[in-house]
């Protein structure tokens, strides 16, 4: 039986925890070995990465890095190459448009002795869009090789949409999705790229406003639903979480009891009586893996809203940032590993879920 490597291409925002997750709970989930590729020698990384190798991960990089890698102390083990093609799964978790680029230069050469490639939310159209529990059904052994791990945003809004308005519901409840994206700035791990104040977005798709819906009706379109949705964006000047405004119309009247049951029977939704960000954000730096709540999303109680009719759900709720598409990650990952076996195999993080926050 060939070994099980699975091998992530980044050390960012989400590669790092990834690569740290998978390690920690190797046994557990049947992965023989873990390894990752770091792109750039610096010494700033350097105790990132004796961190990672220290949990049992092993290094690889470009060919001509190594002498750059030695000299701070770090020693490679596989060129890129090579990592690549010993693994049995690879996870992309560079810079928006370099996995496209990765795609071509390097896993469509290794198609034939790789059981799959993933690539994150920034890399529209890359592969088959997934996200934990939305859309499981739609993946196809015999036609997906290459999977795309849909945006944290876009598994919030999913979440909100198949739980409140598509359980329990034959023929589906919702006539319309409207949903406004208030977006952090930039990650706490990051320096560049915050905004000074809030920045409003642009309506770029003409169908859906933003991507976080266009990539919503995409993934529900994949399971044979196509649901009327719109999304807008903003940036705030913020590192804590992005926020998500929902206001959903359902044919078939509702309660605030029903959708707090609702809310309350999907192990992949936490919900909190916080309302402020930061106390959200700082629960999940205490209390979760790699300081990441997993949960697809964290719903503000205070802030839901049934209308006299009982047909429009209105709310706010929290991203977890990359703790949902890290979990879909894993399990995109362990379905090429186990395809008949990956729901109990990945059971093992369900301490690492929320039932409130």
Request: a neutral charge; glycine letters at 8%.
């Given at each position: 039986?060939?070994?099980?490597?699975?091998?992530?291409?980044?050390?960012?925002?989400?590669?790092?925890?990834?690569?740290?997750?998978?390690?920690?709970?190797?046994?557990?989930?049947?992965?023989?070995?873990?390894?990752?590729?770091?792109?750039?020698?610096?010494?700033?990384?350097?105790?990132?990465?004796?961190?990672?190798?220290?949990?049992?991960?092993?290094?690889?990089?470009?060919?001509?890095?190594?002498?750059?890698?030695?000299?701070?102390?770090?020693?490679?083990?596989?060129?890129?190459?090579?990592?690549?093609?010993?693994?049995?799964?690879?996870?992309?978790?560079?810079?928006?448009?370099?996995?496209?680029?990765?795609?071509?230069?390097?896993?469509?050469?290794?198609?034939?002795?790789?059981?799959?490639?993933?690539?994150?939310?920034?890399?529209?159209?890359?592969?088959?869009?997934?996200?934990?529990?939305?859309?499981d059904q739609a993946l196809d052994p015999k036609k997906d090789q290459f999977i795309q791990v849909v945006s944290c945003n876009t598994h919030n809004l999913c979440a909100i949409i198949k739980t409140l308005t598509l359980?329990?519901?034959?023929?589906?409840?919702?006539?319309?999705?409207?949903?406004?994206?208030?977006?952090?700035?930039?990650?706490?791990?990051?320096?560049?790229?915050?905004?000074?104040?809030?920045?409003?977005?642009?309506?770029?798709?003409?169908?859906?406003?933003?991507?976080?819906?266009?990539?919503?009706?995409?993934?529900?379109?994949?399971?044979?639903?196509?649901?009327?949705?719109?999304?807008?964006?903003?940036?705030?000047?913020?590192?804590?979480?992005?926020?998500?405004?929902?206001?959903?119309?359902?044919?078939?009247?509702?309660?605030?009891?029903?959708?707090?049951?609702?809310?309350?029977?999907?192990?992949?939704?936490?919900?909190?009586?916080?309302?402020?960000?930061?106390?959200?954000?700082?629960?999940?730096?205490?209390?979760?893996?790699?300081?990441?709540?997993?949960?697809?999303?964290?719903?503000?109680i205070p802030s839901l809203h049934v209308s006299s009719d009982g047909k429009d759900i209105t709310g706010f709720c929290f991203t977890p940032q990359d703790g949902n598409s890290l979990m879909s990650s894993i399990s995109?990952?362990?379905?090429?590993?186990?395809?008949?076996?990956?729901?109990s195999k990945i059971q093992c993080l369900l301490p690492l879920f929320f039932d409130e926050v």
């Amino acid at each position: 039986m060939p070994r099980k490597i699975v091998h992530i291409v980044g050390t960012g925002t989400i590669g790092e925890p990834l690569i740290g997750l998978l390690c920690d709970f190797r046994e557990k989930l049947g992965i023989d070995e873990v390894t990752f590729h770091k792109n750039t020698p610096l010494t700033t990384d350097r105790a990132k990465v004796k961190a990672l190798l220290k949990r049992g991960a092993r290094l690889a990089t470009l060919e001509d890095r190594f002498d750059g890698f030695n000299a701070i102390g770090l020693r490679p083990e596989f060129t890129s190459e090579e990592a690549i093609e010993r693994a049995s799964v690879v996870i992309d978790c560079t810079p928006s448009g370099i996995g496209h680029q990765n795609k071509t230069q390097y896993y469509d050469r290794f198609r034939h002795n790789t059981f799959g490639f993933i690539a994150q939310g920034s890399e529209f159209g890359f592969g088959k869009m997934y996200a934990r529990g939305i859309n499981d059904q739609a993946l196809d052994p015999k036609k997906d090789q290459f999977i795309q791990v849909v945006s944290c945003n876009t598994h919030n809004l999913c979440a909100i949409i198949k739980t409140l308005t598509l359980e329990d519901e034959p023929d589906g409840n919702l006539i319309s999705g409207r949903f406004v994206m208030i977006r952090r700035a930039n990650d706490v791990s990051q320096s560049s790229s915050f905004v000074p104040s809030p920045q409003v977005g642009k309506h770029e798709d003409q169908v859906y406003g933003t991507h976080h819906a266009r990539d919503a009706a995409l993934l529900f379109q994949t399971v044979d639903l196509n649901l009327n949705l719109f999304s807008s964006a903003m940036k705030v000047n913020t590192q804590y979480m992005h926020s998500l405004h929902f206001h959903l119309k359902v044919n078939n009247p509702t309660t605030p009891q029903k959708v707090l049951a609702k809310l309350d029977g999907n192990k992949r939704i936490a919900t909190t009586d916080k309302r402020d960000a930061c106390e959200v954000f700082s629960f999940g730096r205490d209390q979760g893996h790699y300081g990441r709540i997993l949960n697809h999303t964290v719903v503000a109680i205070p802030s839901l809203h049934v209308s006299s009719d009982g047909k429009d759900i209105t709310g706010f709720c929290f991203t977890p940032q990359d703790g949902n598409s890290l979990m879909s990650s894993i399990s995109a990952a362990m379905w090429f590993l186990y395809p008949h076996s990956y729901e109990s195999k990945i059971q093992c993080l369900l301490p690492l879920f929320f039932d409130e926050v």
